[in-house]
């Protein structure tokens, strides 16, 4: 697939933006057509997909769009939320069908937010993961879909993700085999964790980093914490210094800018991409580039 090469290409400041992803969660408002439209006239390299906008279209038709355009998939949008009681039989159908979705789009990558806590039981959350991760690992490789286990913050562990450190990503994908499970690596929601460094490098000498996801954590957040991402450069995120971490893993896929803001989401679509372009520029890629190669 083409967004596993393109994990072998340095980054090069003469091309800046080719490993550039504009993550569709980033332009709300935008269809998917407008999102692959306003990514490639930005001269970007590829696009992440929410299922969301794939599914009013239509897989298919989804991937044409993106290929026409010139673009990669660099991951899809959401698998996951696993951690409900009983048989658990919908949502793996659903995980099912997301990994299908991955494979048409030529991605390698489905990004997994596993759930929350259903029942204020937050072990036997985890074990359910465990067990339809489980179920879900064959469907994939046989696909050539990889799962990409997201860790969020642990503000997020009760309804969304009761995985919020990549430690504990690491720990539930080390039974399988790198290519068929790897992990995420969000600034927004692992720049806090004092052994990211060590993770980082744990992650990247696996071979398990599906994704680097950047985005700033804002300081005041929002009065809603879901939507207290910023654009690079607005808050407190030390980009340089993860962004070292990520480079000396061995990482060199793209680099997806996924922002949850209603101020962002409100603004003119291209706009926004051209900030992205100019902090992608100067906060996050001099840091990958450095010794790359």
């Known amino acids: 697939m083409t967004s596993v090469a393109a994990q072998h290409m340095p980054f090069d400041l003469s091309d800046p933006y080719r490993s550039l992803s504009l993550n569709t969660a980033t332009t709300k408002r935008w269809t998917l057509a407008e999102a692959v439209d306003g990514a490639a006239r930005a001269g970007l390299g590829a696009i992440g997909l929410w299922r969301d906008r794939v599914d009013e279209i239509g897989?298919?038709?989804?991937?044409?769009i993106v290929a026409d355009a010139g673009l990669r998939v660099s991951s899809l949008s959401r698998g996951g939320f696993l951690t409900e009681p009983g048989s658990g039989q919908t949502a793996l159908?659903?995980?099912?069908?997301?990994?299908?979705d991955a494979a048409t789009l030529a991605t390698r990558e489905?990004?997994?937010?596993?759930?929350?806590?259903?029942?204020?039981n937050l072990l036997a959350a985890r074990a359910r993961v465990d067990e339809r991760l489980a179920a879900l690992v064959p469907y994939a490789a046989e696909r050539g879909?990889?799962?990409?286990?997201?860790?969020?913050?642990?503000?997020?562990?009760?309804?969304?993700?009761?995985?919020?450190?990549?430690?504990?990503?690491?720990?539930m994908a080390q039974p399988y085999p790198a290519e068929t499970v790897g992990v995420v690596v969000d600034t927004f929601h692992t720049w806090w964790d004092p052994t990211l460094a060590e993770q980082i490098a744990q992650a990247g000498a696996a071979g398990r980093i599906s994704s680097y996801q950047v985005c700033d954590w804002l300081n005041p957040m929002t009065t809603d914490p879901l939507l207290s991402r910023g654009m690079m450069g607005d808050g407190v995120v030390d980009f340089a210094t993860i962004g070292e971490w990520v480079r000396t893993a061995g990482y060199r896929g793209d680099v997806e800018v996924e922002i949850f803001n209603a101020?962002?989401?409100?603004?003119?679509g291209a706009e926004v991409i051209e900030t992205m372009k100019q902090r992608y520029r100067d906060l996050v890629l001099p840091a990958?580039?450095?010794r790359a190669g």
């Open 263 to 268: 101020a962002i989401w409100a603004a003119d």
């Open 145 to 171: 879909v990889r799962l990409a286990l997201e860790p969020l913050h642990p503000m997020f562990c009760a309804d969304r993700a009761v995985i919020s450190t990549l430690a504990q990503a690491l720990s």
């Open 93 to 100: 159908d659903d995980n099912r069908r997301a990994i299908d």
């Open 59 to 64: 897989v298919a038709t989804a991937a044409k």
């Open 110 to 120: 489905l990004v997994m937010v596993v759930g929350g806590i259903p029942d204020r």
């Open 288 to 290: 990958l580039v450095a």
